[in-house]
């Protein structure tokens, strides 16, 4: 796995889960300065545009961080 900092992707797109969470604006921000774009999705939903976006532009653009429907958080 590539660190972040080192990846020249274009676009992150997270998948929340079964839902859609919002994004800590402390991340979104971080994200921002590295150039990154960001969009945040409910995992099915983040899945399918990583999908489609990786087919169309190449996965060297694009890249996901998927959590899996049904994770519970056991804090």
Request: a negative charge; glycine letters at 6%.
């Amino acid at each position: 796995m590539q660190p972040l900092t080192d990846a020249s992707i274009d676009l992150l797109i997270i998948g929340t889960g079964a839902y859609i969470r919002p994004l800590a604006p402390k991340t979104r921000t971080y994200l921002q300065e590295l150039g990154v774009r960001v969009e945040v999705l409910d995992t099915r939903n983040a899945a399918s545009q990583f999908n489609l976006l990786a087919t169309e532009r190449g996965v060297a653009e694009v890249a996901a961080a998927l959590v899996p429907i049904g994770f519970a958080d056991q804090r």
